[in-house]
């Protein structure tokens, strides 16, 4: 027996066992299976390459147009340390940029963000403190029948709570998790089982073992928003229909598709009039063509269902208790004559579009939001109609990427017979 645990403890050390360690893991996190099955990896297309060089000031714009707020001041440093700490670990600085966002919204310390981690990235600290000592971060990775120490110089900040809940050090030591993902996922994903994914910063949110990829797609989503922000990355090209080139109803295209047209609303009372795009709240909304405004107001229950608003501050006099289930909602027509169509956008937050305003594809529709909504989630609902509602999820397909699981179900009882 002594013989044997021997020779077991030997091969530990030479790194010829697999499963060398204990899985690291991200708490308080659960992954939805739902919304994991809406897209496989393997339908998204490559993602695009990131510049050599990025000016200082446009990336600083960027990263405050990603955040969406007011705070122009505060968001300059955090652009600052990401495109620095990134040079210095040799990351990609739109990634880092996009983790800021998509894990805190942009919020410092002292809006008390909760999640399952810390700071700005929501870094999970106990997950690493094994691995953090002497001012390196420690780590292995595989080279054929071994696995090979590696040690990244990290002396700059402790590894405490209170460093990486401020903004410097989280995105230092953000920089520096990422630079270890990158060299080890190939490792963790040979030696645990992993749910599919495409991206190594899914370790980044998972840990070693990957439990979903949706929250990769969401954050790869703002990297492409943020290129395209810095102007490093054109908006994807148009699909022409009826005549008309139609363009993405957000930034960082493609999207995904929640839910499709035709689904059970209110217990069956109502069939779902179009599709639901994933968005968060106050991202921009785009027109997806050239054309004019034919209605810019609320959605009302009752007789009167539909009320023209002509200024911004029109729309308070409909709180979100009074309104239908399209909220706050734009129309736009597009093209002439018999060709002619309809583009809708609801559950706007902000709007942006008045009556009769002329437009062009890509010009600001309105801000996402849930106006009209009671149970679900800020997204953004889109209808496209002629003289009946088209299917935005077939026209737009590329654009806007996703299945429509019942559908799907149809094709393949219809193939097995």
Do not use: K
């Given at each position: ?73 505060r968001e300059r ?192 009372m109502r069939e ?109 609902h889109v209808e ?34």
């Open positions: 027996m002594s013989f044997v645990l021997t020779l077991l403890l030997a091969l530990l050390v030479s790194g010829q066992a697999r499963g060398p360690w204990r899985a690291r893991r991200r708490p308080g996190r659960s992954p939805n299976a739902v919304l994991a099955a809406r897209v496989l990896p393997s339908e998204w297309p490559g993602e695009p390459t990131s510049p050599r060089t990025v000016d200082p000031d446009r990336f600083a714009d960027a990263l405050h147009t990603l955040c969406g707020t007011t705070r122009r001041d440093p955090w652009a600052d340390a990401i495109r620095t700490y990134a040079a210095e670990f040799d990351v990609d600085p739109f990634l880092l940029g996009a983790l800021v966002y998509r894990e805190s919204r942009c919020q410092s310390q002292a809006d008390s963000v909760e999640g399952p981690g810390i700071g700005l990235t929501q870094i999970p600290r106990d997950s690493y403190t094994g691995d953090v000592h002497d001012g390196t971060l420690h780590y292995r990775v595989r080279d054929g029948d071994r696995l090979v120490e590696r040690a990244l110089p990290t002396s700059r900040f402790p590894f405490g709570p209170a460093r990486l809940a401020t903004a410097e050090p989280n995105i230092y030591w953000s920089a520096a998790i990422l630079r270890m993902w990158r060299e080890q996922h190939a490792t963790v994903d040979g030696e645990f089982a992993q749910e599919e994914h495409r991206h190594y910063v899914s370790h980044f949110v998972w840990g070693d073992r990957v439990r979903s990829d949706w929250e990769e797609e969401r954050i790869l989503t703002d990297r492409r928003r943020l290129l395209e922000y810095v102007g490093a990355r054109p908006r994807m090209s148009p699909i022409t229909w009826r005549g008309v080139p139609l363009g993405c109803p957000l930034d960082g295209c493609p999207r995904v598709i929640l839910s499709w047209l035709g689904e059970e609303r209110e217990d069956g779902h009039r179009g599709i639901d795009v994933d968005s968060l709240p106050s991202e921009p909304v785009r027109a997806v063509a050239d054309g004019t405004v034919t209605f810019a107001g609320v959605d009302l229950p009752g007789a009167v269902e539909h009320v023209q608003i002509s200024h911004a501050s029109g729309y308070a006099r409909y709180p979100q208790s009074v309104l239908g289930a399209g909220g706050r909602y734009v129309c736009i027509r597009h093209g002439e004559g018999e060709q002619a169509f309809r583009s809708c956008y609801m559950h706007l937050d902000q709007v942006a579009m008045v009556f009769g305003a002329t437009v062009h594809r890509g010009d600001l529709v309105g801000t996402v939001g849930r106006t009209g909504m009671h149970r679900s989630a800020a997204h953004l496209l109609h002629t003289e009946h509602l088209e299917d935005p999820s077939v026209i737009m397909a590329g654009l806007l990427l996703g299945t429509d699981p019942e559908a799907a179900r149809r094709a393949r009882r219809h193939h097995r017979h």
